[in-house]
């Protein structure tokens, strides 16, 4: 695992939206796999930033988004097709068709699951996926005792998870239980992980992931396994590392003050 941690939040994500956008001009093909929540508002308006100010076309980009709530049409405000939309798709040249997330409004979402699944491989597989983490050490909507060798499929919402995301919602009782989320699995995949994480509340999760054993019960834990996993931090989120003065030692770089 890389761990990259950076003085502030604006720094963390500014390094993350250049990564992406260096895979894109290295690999105008890329397939990305794209993730939602908080942390990814502030990482996808960076992106667009450095979109326009590099002219990066995302023409021949694709995409897949790990997670939708069961439940919710793709045009419902809270829904991750929404934000996706509102966030990102709107604001760059991807083709609407070369996008993808799990519809969780679907008749059948174990076919749905497991059309999703298909389509990943018919595109080549993702080249890199994006991550956030949950508090609870979840990485899509993988919550703990997820099997690490999972694929899409529903997963149930834990209360801390409905808890942080029922503000997105215009009354709380409007929050899903119930997600439709690539797997562990899936995720492991992909041939290159990009996790970001901002602030104190993901500091124990975060610590978990890098320095605890590789368990079900954290599943971003299995980030160990992969091959090429980058880790971006701000100072807040890995103040729970025993190793960080390691980590940078080996990335000095990436920590300098302004
Ligand atoms: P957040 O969510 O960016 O809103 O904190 C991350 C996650 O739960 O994966």
Sequence with gaps: MKILIFTN??????RAAEMIAERIEANPRSVLGLA?????????SALVELVRKRGLSFAQVSSFNLDEYVGLPPEHPAS???????CLFSKVDI???NTHLPHGDADDLYEEAAMYERLIVQSGGIDL???GIGQNGHIGFNEPSSS????????????STQAANAPYFERPDQMPKLALTMGVGTILDSRECLLVAIGSAKASAVAAMVEGPVTAACPA??????????IILDQDAASDLKLRDYY??????????P
């Design 95 to 97: 083709p609407p068709e």
């Design 221 to 230: 834990s299995v980030l160990q396994f992969h091959q090429k996993a980058t």
């Design 148 to 159: 690490l060798a999972s694929r899409t499929r529903v997963k149930t919402l834990t209360a």
């Design 248 to 257: 940078q030692f080996v990335h000095p770089e990436e920590c300098v003050e």
């Design 80 to 86: 991750y097709h929404s934000y996706m939309r509102e």
């Design 36 to 44: 939602t929540g908080g942390t990814m508002l502030d990482l996808y």
């Design 129 to 131: 996926q994006l991550l």
């Design 9 to 14: 939040k604006t720094r963390a994500i500014a």
